[in-house]
């Protein structure tokens, strides 16, 4: 048997992973109608159609990430069928023995309305990025969390610039670090237990290529 069935779920449910096609036959009904025909794609047809997405992209760090990851020694399903946050399917590639990223490669969920368009290009191309399997901090979030709890850290913003409730993560490391940003693309770094680090590191044009340049480096981002 080529794939495995996790029944210790941090959300309950259960996880199907495989590694063939051929296995996908054993897929219950409710998780063969969440899997889409993009996502079969890339699994199916694995290296090729993740280079062929690379090969496509308009944005050019995220095209070098998707060539790093066709690289990967495998590319294997994840159906997420949980009870307690919403099913989702990855594909999971294990480019080194410690580091598999995991790609939805589709926005499960509406994105909200002041989503900056740089954002949305990223989301288009490789929806919500996992770094420590389904239900564990790190990655790429999609949609973004709207109204991250940022408590009372003003040290990280000056009387110029706009107030939390305009900001939403997007991305979030291991420990529940955040970065965050706004709908003109201003970025915050959020560190949950020390606020004297919180401050304003950029915009979206100068971040996401130092984020996606760590990734393919095979290490989260932190600034």
Not at 90 to 99: A, D, G, I, M
Not at 192 to 219: M, Q, W, Y
Request: charged letters at 20%.
């Amino acid at each position: 048997m080529s794939y495995e069935i996790l029944e210790e779920t941090p959300y309950g449910g259960e996880i199907y992973i495989f590694t063939t096609v051929d296995d996908l036959r054993k897929l219950p009904s409710v998780g063969q109608k969440l899997l889409t025909l993009y996502q079969g794609e890339q699994f199916r047809d694995f290296p090729s159609a993740l280079l062929t997405l690379a090969d496509t992209a308009e944005i050019p760090y995220v095209a070098a990430w998707l060539r790093a990851l066709a690289e990967a020694r495998t590319c294997q399903l994840e159906v997420c069928l949980t009870e307690y946050a919403a099913p989702q399917v990855f594909l999971r590639y294990q480019v080194t023995e410690k580091w598999a990223p995991a790609l939805s490669f589709q926005a499960i969920h509406e994105l909200p309305y002041n989503t900056p368009a740089l954002l949305r290009q990223v989301y288009a191309l490789i929806g919500r990025v996992n770094f420590d399997g389904y239900g564990y901090a790190g990655g790429l979030l999609c949609p973004p969390d709207q109204y991250p709890d940022l408590g009372s850290y003003d040290e990280w913003r000056d009387e110029e610039q706009p107030d939390y409730d305009d900001f939403m993560a997007f991305y979030e490391t291991w420990t529940g670090d955040k970065l965050l940003v706004n709908a003109e693309g201003q970025v915050g770094w959020y560190v949950h237990d020390d606020s004297a680090k919180c401050r304003l590191i950029g915009t979206l044009e100068t971040v996401l290529p130092a984020l996606f340049a760590a990734l393919g480096e095979n290490r989260p981002f932190e600034p």
